[in-house]
C-alpha cells in the first residue's frame, strides 16, 4: 500500500485484504488501480450510455472487457473484484447506502418441512401405539374381571378341560386357590377357583399315573430278563438262582418297584375323592345361582362356607399326596414260580448271545447294529424309545411283544421299517396305529384281517407301505385312512378292490326330469 494514503478515511484492513498499490498492479499487467472515474457502475449512473452497457454486463457476472478478467488467475481476479477500490484514494466516493456484506447462512437457525412433517409423523405413531397398549389392556381387564360383557354367564359353566388344557401353570393355579377365603370375592371368582383347582388335581393325577406306569414297565422288563435267564440256564430252584448276584438284584428290585407302583394307588385314591367332591359343589353352586336369578329365597351361605372349606382342604400338598407305605413287599416264593411259568413261554433264538449283546450296544447309546436286532425285548423297546434316531429299520424282527410295541411307539421318530412282520396281530396293530410317527413299512405282510385293520383309521400319519399285501377283508378301513389323506402303497390288486368299494359306496345321484 502506497505511503501517501490517507488512513483517517478508512480504517486500517488485515494483512490478507489489503489494498493493491500502483506496483501491485503493474506487476499483474494492469496499468491502474482501477478506472478513473470510478467503478463502472458509477460510471453508468453518470449518464455514460457505453459504461451503462458495461454496468449491466458486470452485474451479471460478464467481464467489462475483452481479455482483462479471462486472463487473470481465479484467486488474483477474485480479490481484485473485492479489494480495488472503486475510486482513487482522497476522494469521496459519490455513491449513498449501506455497502453489501456477505453473511454465512446458519443452516441450524430453521428446521426444514421435511423434518418437521417426519417429527409429527412420530408423535402420531407414538400417541397411536400408547392407545392401542390401553385399549389391549382394558380388554383384558374387563375379560377376566367382567365376562358377562362378553356373553359369558357369572361363573360360565364348569369347564370339563382335559390336563393338557390347562394354560394356567400349577404352581401358579395353587397360589391363586389358597387365597379364596378373602373377604368380598364374587360367585364368579369363587367357582372360577374351583374349576382352576380341578385342573390342577387333574394334572397332578396324570403326572402320578405316568410315574406308575414306569415302574409296572421297569417291572416287566426286569420279569422277562429273569424269565429269559431260566430258559437258557435251565436254573428254575429259587435258591440256586440266589447265588447268581444279577438274579438276586433283579428280584429285589422287582420287589420294591412293585411296592411303590402300589403305594401311589392312595394319592390318586384321594385326588378322584377330592376332583368329585369340587365338581359336585361347583355345579350345585351354580345352579342354585341360575335359579335365584328367576326366584328369590334361595340362600347361598351354605354353598359359600361349604366352597371355601373345599378349596382349603383340597390343596395338592405334600401331605395330601403321600406314598402309601403300607404296601408290603412281594413274597418271593409266589414271584419266582410265577416267573418260571413265564419262562415256559419264552422261545429263544439261535442268535440270542449276539442279540443280547446288540441289546446291550444299543442302551448305551451305539445305535450301529439296530438292523441285526432279531428279537424286540422290553429293554431293548425302552433303550430304543429313549433314542434319538429319526429312523429305525427293524427288518429282522418277525413279532412284537404287546409290552414292547407299546414302549416301542413312544419313540418320537419318523420312519419305522418292520419289513419282517408276516401278520400284524390286532393288539399289534392298537399300539403300531398309535405312535405319533410318519411313516410305516410292513412290506412283508401278506394278509391283513380286519381286527388289526380297524385301527388304521385312527392314526395320524402320512405314509403306510402294504406292497406285499395279497387278501385282506378290511378293505373299507384302507380306504377310509387313503382318503383321510394318507398315502397308500399296495398291489396293484388290492387297489382295484379299494377303487371298487369306492365306487359301490358312492350315492347314486338321480336323474334330472325332462333330460336335462
Known amino acids: 500500500m502506497s505511503e501517501n494514503a490517507?488512513?483517517?478515511?478508512?480504517?486500517?484492513?488485515?494483512?490478507?485484504?489489503?489494498?493493491?498499490?500502483?506496483d501491485d498492479m503493474k506487476d499483474m499487467g494492469l496499468d491502474s488501480p482501477g478506472t478513473p472515474g470510478g467503478s463502472i457502475a458509477a460510471q453508468a449512473r453518470a449518464g455514460d450510455q457505453p459504461m451503462a452497457e458495461a454496468a449491466s454486463d458486470e452485474a451479471h457476472g460478464l467481464p467489462a472487457g475483452?481479455?482483462?478478467?479471462?486472463?487473470?488467475?481465479?484467486?488474483e481476479a477474485t480479490a481484485v473484484a473485492e479489494e480495488t477500490p472503486d475510486h482513487p484514494v482522497g476522494e469521496t466516493h459519490d455513491v449513498k447506502g449501506p455497502c453489501p456484506v456477505l453473511k454465512e447462512i446458519d443452516t441450524t437457525a430453521t428446521q426444514p418441512e421435511k423434518g418437521r412433517a417426519l417429527k409429527n409423523r412420530r408423535e402420531v405413531h407414538v400417541i397411536c401405539a400408547l392407545v392401542l397398549v390401553l385399549a389391549l389392556a382394558g380388554s383384558a381387564w374387563i375379560y377376566f374381571h367382567r365376562p358377562h360383557l362378553f356373553g359369558l354367564p357369572h361363573g360360565g359353566l364348569p369347564s370339563t378341560a382335559e390336563p393338557a388344557d390347562i394354560q394356567t401353570p400349577p404352581d401358579q393355579a395353587s397360589r391363586s386357590a389358597a387365597s379364596v377365603t378373602a373377604p368380598g370375592m364374587s360367585w364368579e371368582s369363587r367357582l372360577q377357583k374351583v374349576d382352576v383347582l380341578r385342573q390342577v388335581l387333574l394334572a397332578k393325577r396324570a403326572e402320578i399315573v405316568r410315574l406308575r406306569q414306569s415302574y409296572q414297565y421297569g417291572v416287566l422288563e426286569l420279569e422277562e430278563e429273569i424269565a429269559r435267564f431260566i430258559k437258557r440256564t435251565g436254573v428254575d430252584g429259587l435258591v440256586q438262582a440266589l447265588k447268581e448276584k444279577p438274579v438276586e438284584f433283579n428280584l429285589d428290585s422287582i420287589q420294591r418297584r412293585q411296592a411303590y407302583a402300589d403305594g401311589l394307588e392312595k394319592p390318586l385314591r384321594w385326588i378322584d375323592a377330592a376332583g368329585e367332591d369340587l365338581l359336585y359343589l361347583q355345579r350345585r353352586a351354580f345352579y342354585d345361582l341360575q335359579v335365584r336369578q328367576a326366584a328369590s329365597g334361595v340362600g347361598m351361605d351354605a354353598h359359600q362356607r361349604e366352597i371355601d372349606a373345599a378349596l382349603r382342604n383340597y390343596q395338592p400338598t405334600t401331605a395330601n399326596l403321600a406314598v402309601g407305605t403300607a404296601a408290603a413287599l412281594q413274597p418271593l416264593e409266589p414271584m419266582w414260580k410265577r416267573l418260571v411259568e413265564k419262562s415256559r413261554q419264552v422261545v429263544l433264538t439261535g442268535a440270542e448271545r449276539r442279540n443280547q449283546d446288540i441289546v446291550d450296544e444299543i442302551c448305551s447309546g451305539n445305535l450301529g447294529r439296530v438292523p441285526e436286532l432279531s428279537v424286540l425285548t422290553l429293554r431293548s423297546a425302552r433303550c430304543l424309545a429313549e433314542s434319538q434316531a429319526k429312523e429305525l429299520f427293524l427288518n429282522r424282527l418277525t413279532d412284537m411283544p404287546a409290552a414292547a410295541?407299546?414302549?416301542l411307539v413312544e419313540w418320537p421318530g419318523n420312519w419305522l421299517c418292520l419289513n419282517g412282520f408276516t401278520r400284524l396281530a390286532p393288539e399289534t396293530a392298537q399300539h403300531l396305529f398309535a405312535w405319533s410317527g410318519d411313516w410305516i413299512s410292513l412290506n412283508g405282510i401278506g394278509e391283513l384281517t380286519a381286527d388289526a385293520a380297524r385301527y388304521l383309521p385312527a392314526w395320524r400319519g402320512r405314509k403306510l407301505e402294504l406292497m406285499s399285501l395279497q387278501k385282506t377283508n378290511g378293505i373299507e378301513y384302507l380306504a377310509q385312512w387313503e382318503a383321510s389323506g394318507g398315502r397308500l402303497?399296495?398291489?396293484?390288486?388290492?387297489?382295484?378292490?379299494?377303487?371298487?368299494?369306492?365306487?359301490?359306496?358312492?350315492?347314486?345321484?338321480?336323474?334330472?326330469?325332462?333330460?336335462?
Open 6 to 22: 490517507n488512513i483517517t478515511a478508512d480504517p486500517p484492513e488485515p494483512e490478507g485484504f489489503q489494498r493493491l498499490g500502483e
Open 405 to 407: 410295541g407299546q414302549k
Open 489 to 516: 402303497f399296495v398291489p396293484a390288486g388290492i387297489r382295484q378292490e379299494i377303487v371298487a368299494w369306492r365306487q359301490s359306496t358312492r350315492p347314486v345321484t338321480p336323474l334330472r326330469k325332462g333330460g336335462a
Open 66 to 75: 475483452p481479455g482483462i478478467a479471462a486472463e487473470m488467475p481465479v484467486e
